[in-house]
């Protein structure tokens, strides 16, 4: 049999406060396609298999623990308080207890390194097992804009001796091109050993993780670089200009997964898609449309222009919603059209029927939101108010302008029109055709006179 390999902890440092980013709240919440960021190197994290992941936090780790639970991602994870944020390593020593004596293989990720992709990580996981057992392997890139990061020092045979943080550089130094990601995998028992004699000798006056290269490289111990050439994954959120690159780098991510599955993406510079949204094949996204995390969209619907669906919206196959249409919390039933300017908020409406242009569910009564059913083949004349909680029967219809007061109530195959909009009576169907034959059978009254004279 194969030696077993060693288990996987993930340490992710999640402590930073941010403040470039001008929040109160954590950075690694802060909102990239649909989700926060931590849940972007979370899905990383876990593609590893790890046995754990420790995430080590700072302020509002009250917060980050309610958006992971909400997330569904608190499960496999631990949250390591760091009081006082000392330093890359000071995260890593406030982590010993958790880590053991003998924690496996420790891959250290950030929190605010949201692009960094699985197939990157598993790349260095196999280069630290092929080449550098008992030491370390760091992830290393030749950006053209160093932007912070510290440069990767080499000696005799191009071996990695150090790294060294851009502040603590001199003139030369900075001229490096190759730079450490932060990002490492480590022998868990000599990062562990090596972690007590970190010192805060330096610009910062912080525990530099970046020490315990120096550190095992001077006791011999085997440290490899793997270079990536994919720039865009290393990518740090300090402010929010990054937080835009981030997310332009995702959104293309996410539209080239909706295409590569049959979706029609017209326009991808103006369209948003969230995570976590579905989309049948066939379906076409028109320009300037928004489509936010958790909507599910059937298969040959179309969607857009100038369309926002927010999250709850479900559109069944062949549903059309057009220009200026907003959805929230709403399910649209099979071949159901709303195309011109209509707010369907609460809503769930049937098969085959009609919104027309400027139809509105008012939906919220200033205290809570109530819900409408709008049934199969139900058509709303343009400019229609639906007041919740309120049903539109099978098959009936709404006049133009026709405002339905709430809980109203109109039936199957009715027709209201008017504000407030009121029945239209209708002439029963048995009556009509007896007085339309009385009438026929009537001589008309030139007759009645041509036959007096007579």
Known sequence: MPPRRPPITVVILAAGLGKRMKSDR??????????????????????LAPTRILLVVGHGKELVAEALTAQGQSKGVTLVHQKEQLGTGHALQVCRKELG????????????MPLLGTQTLQDLVALQRRAAEGGA??????????????????????????????????????????????????????????????????????????????????????????????????????????????????????????????????????TTIDHGVQIGPGTRILPCTVIRSGVKIGAHCEVGPFTQLRTGTVLEDGAEIGNFTECKNARIGKHTKAKHLAYLGD????????????TIFANYDGKHKH???VGDGAFLGSGTVVVAPNTIGARATTGAGAVVTRAAGVGAGETWVGVPARRLAQKKAGAKSARAAQSKSRPSRRGRKEKTRA
């Open 137 to 270: 392997a760091i992830l290393t890139a030749c950006p053209d804009n160093a932007r912070g990061f510290g440069r990767v020092l080499r000696g005799p045979n191009a071996r990695v001796e150090r790294i060294v943080e851009e502040k603590d550089c001199t003139p030369a130094q900075k001229a490096i091109e190759e730079v450490n990601t932060g990002v490492y995998v480590f022998d868990g028992k000599a990062l562990v050993d090596a972690l007590p004699r970190l010192t805060n000798d330096n610009a910062q006056k912080e525990y530099y993780l970046t020490d315990i290269v120096a550190l095992m490289a001077a006791s011999e111990l085997p440290v490899v670089a793997h270079e990536t050439e994919a720039l865009e994954e290393i990518i740090g959120v300090n402010n929010l200009s990054h937080l835009s690159e981030a997310r332009w780098a995702l959104q293309q991510r996410i539209l080239e997964g909706h295409l590569l599955n049959g979706v029609g993406i017209e326009d991808p510079a103006t």
């Open 347 to 358: 809503v769930t409406i049937g098969e085959r029927a009609n919104v027309g242009a400027g």
């Open 371 to 373: 819900p409408t059913h």
């Open 26 to 47: 954590p950075k690694v919440l802060a909102p990239l396609c649909g989700r926060p960021m931590i849940s972007w190197v979370l899905d990383a994290a876990a593609a």
């Open 101 to 112: 004596k003998d924690p496996g293989r420790v891959v250290v990720l950030y929190g605010d």
